[in-house]
Each structure stands twice: as C-alpha cells, then as structure tokens.
C-alpha cells in the first residue's frame, strides 16, 4: 500500500459507495481532494475574518457539520481526512475569536469538530439494520459507551444534566465515529484519508509549535492568561510549553505522534524527512514525555515486522541525528536537554510523576468512597472537588468518575478493543497497517498516564482501534 499513491481520494469499496456515498469518477480523484481542501482553506478563512463578531462561533459550528456532511458523501477516507484537520483547527481559531471578542470559558467552538463526528454516525442504523452479520468486534466499543452513559446518568440525577451531557458528548462522539469506522469496513480507505491529512498538517503545526515557542502569538498568550490551565508554562518568548495550534500539549505531541508514524511508513525519502522536521522538534518542545514514549513503543512495535523493521531503522536513525542537532545546534537545546534528564530520575523526584504517584495512592487508600463513581460532572459540593482531587490518567478518572466496578469494566473494554485491533494488525504486512497497530499500541501504554477516551485524544485513541477492528467487516462485505 505504500507505494501506491495517496494524495487522490481513492475510490470506495463496491457495496459503500452504491449505498452510502456519492461516486467519485477515476479522472476527478485530485479534483476532489483539491476542492475538499479549497474548501476548507476558505471556511476558515471566513471564520478569522468573523473572529472580530461573535457570528464566529455558530458559523464555525454550524460550517463543522456542513464541511462533514460533503466530506462523508465523498466516502470515508475523505471524512477522516477532514476530521483531522477540523481538530487541528478549532482550537486556533477558537482562540483567535476569543482574543478579539472576549474569553468564553465553554470554548463553544470546539463543539464544531465534535458535530462533524457525529454527521456520519446517522448512518449507523442503515449499516445494523444490513442483512449483513453484526460484527463482533463491536462489542467492547458497545460496552465502553454503556459505562460512559451511566456515569452520564450520575452526574444527570444530581441536577447536573446540562454539564454532564456536554461532558458526555467528548467521550461517545469518538466513540460512536469509531463504530462507525468498524461498521463501514474500509480501513485502508480511512487510513490513506489520515495519512493524507497529516501529510499536510505535520509541518504546518511543527513550524506554528517552534514560532509559537520563540515568541507565542497575542492570541495564544491571551488564552494562556485566561485559561485554567497551570501546566503550558509562561506566555513569554521561550517560556511556553508548546502546544502549537491545539487546546494542550498533550493534544499537539499526541496528534503529532501518530502522524509521524503514519507518514514515515506511507513514503520514503528526503522530502518525507523535511516535513517531518519541524513536527519532531515541537513534539520534543512540546515536552509531553508520555507521547515520547508512545513514540518509543510504536518504533519498537515496527521493529517486529519484517515490512517495516528497515524503515523504522531509519526513521530511528534520522530521529537520533535530529535530537542530537536539536541540543548541541539550536536555542531548543536547554529546555529539551532538561526534559530529557527527567526521564531517567525516578517518579518521585519530578513534579507531574509525583502527582500521579500521590492520585494512585490517594485513591487506593479510599476505595471505599468510590464503588459508585461521582459522574462526569460532579457538583462543587462534591467530595472529589473538596479534596481538590486533579484526576490525571484514563485509570483514576475511569475509577472517579464512573465507580469502581463499572471503571474498571470500562478499562477492560478499552484494553479489549485495543489488543484486538493490535492482534488484527498483525498477520498484515501493509506499512500503514502495521503504522496503525503501532499507535494502538502506543494509546494502550498511555492508558495510566493519560486521559486517551475523550476529546481529541479520544478521537485518535478509538479512531485507529477501529480502523483495525474493520479488518473483519471488510472481509465479511467483500465474501
């Protein structure tokens, strides 16, 4: 698959596109890319020039859910293009609306992304209702949404409905998108669409991380006096921890990951290594040593498999050459040196480890007040808000929010789904295949150390979990 071409939008499996999307001739594949692109670039453009009103923020939304329809008639590689792309965006222009009309602590805007995952998922009775046999892969993902509708439900019966559902829209959007990725069966369609978008996005967002790091832009120091976040550093020239065009670091080095992973086995050569150049240092400015590792593990994962064990030696090599440069050569070598020593010292003797350390051992000592969880949107009465408990790792707030017994069966579920999707990916020998078994795999390591089901993260972690488990329906619609 690797060697075939990415960029046109590649038509659709027989079955999806008599039924579910418009047809896209041969001769009007870079056409169609072109003017999804176009449109796109034109979107945005007409939400930074309403930043200034505050019609910004439901034509951004209200654009969302319109730029997901067209792209979901273009079928589902085109989709998951978009969506990439739509997640990258909002927050930028969020805070750019933000900057000239006014902080909005909801960050409304961000609903935009979230309604163009949810335009497809229209699709999913038509695709149960199929005489087709329901897959059972499915079935975790079911599961997992079950657990995330009865923590919905806690927060819901304490007068929390209006909080707690938009809480609860974060974790089943990506999760409904995700089945329905499984229900399509077109995981190589879906991920020359994800390739495609990182593509273009790695070193635009590589290039806004290292400006954004040596002198933030107004917008960007302006959301980071607003916000309540106290771990992006200072808004200062060279003080920031970078989290490029996205709402976190964590967010920006996470999307970075897994388009690296992705684009360094889809193509080969010098210009590949260029665009991958500015997404590598601001994934190293980014400072967000759990996507560091997941980089790690995805590296070794390819290390296995004949079909990527060469290019993943050189992609290794390049990363050492580009570190090595990056500390001895450049203004980023100070603050990229001293991340890198933490990784060696043990968790107590750093800040975030320590934290995370504490949190484990807190909740371990009182589990007796947690069998029944506090829901997605506790009120400011609640105990876990009293003891000022900043729940950090898919494992604390699966426990804290949704109790013990129904957090731990989510965690199972999750854990389910994702060795399946790396179980599947292992007997194919495609590149791209084995790119998205690697990211599982990464997501799976990041499990204790970050949230990985909700938002954007959340969006990557079941997105590619399905397009693995969509092996089999392929199979079943095309036997």
Known sequence: MSDQQLWPTRPLPELAARRYAAPVRPGSRWMAWLSQYGLLA?????????????????????????????????????????????????????????????????????????????VPCAELYRLFAAPRPRPTVALPILLYGVCIVYAWALSSLQGGLFASTATAIKFIAPLLYGLWLVMRGEPREALAGATRAFSVILPLIGVYGVLQWLNPQEWDRYWMLMGPMDSIGLPLPRQVRVFGPLNSPASYAMFITCGLLLVMNARRGVLTLLVSTPALIGLLLSQFRTAWIGLVIGLTFFMFLPATRRRSTLFVVFMLVAVVITVTATPFGEVVVNRLSTLQGAPTQDGSGSAR???????????????????????????????????????????????????????????????????????????????????????????????????????????????????????????
């Not at 007409?46 to 951004?60: D, E, Y």
């Not at 067209?70 to 998951?80: D, P």
């Not at 400011?380 to 729940?391: E, K, M, P, T, V």
Request: aromatic residues 8%; contains cysteine; charged residues 10%.
């Open 42 to 118: 034109g979107f945005m453009l007409v939400t930074a020039v309403l930043s200034g009103s505050s019609l910004a923020r439901p034509f951004f939304i209200a654009g969302c859910a319109g730029l997901g329809y067209v792209a979901w008639r273009r079928g589902v590689g085109a989709h998951l293009e978009l969506m990439i792309v739509l997640f990258v965006a909002a927050p930028l222009l969020r805070r750019v609306t933000d900057y000239h009309v006014g902080y909005d602590p909801s960050g409304i805007m961000l609903v935009g992304p979230l309604l163009a995952l949810l």
């Open 357 to 479: 350390l504490e949190q484990g051992q807190y909740l371990f000592a009182h589990l007796s007040d947690f069998l029944l969880g506090y829901g997605l949107a506790p009120q400011s009465g609640d105990y876990r808000i009293q003891q000022a408990f900043a729940a950090d790792g898919a494992i604390i707030i699966s426990i804290v929010d949704m109790g013990l017994i129904v957090g731990i069966i989510s965690l199972l579920m999750l854990c389910w789904a994702g060795i399946a999707a790396i179980k599947r990916s292992r007997p194919v020998r495609e590149p791209l295949i084995v790119a998205a078994g690697a990211i599982v795999a990464g997501q799976l390591i990041d499990i204790p150390l970050t949230g990985v089901t909700t938002g954007e993260i959340g969006f990557l972690t079941w997105t590619f979990i399905a397009v693995l488990l969509s092996l089999d329906r392929e199979k079943t619609l095309h036997n």
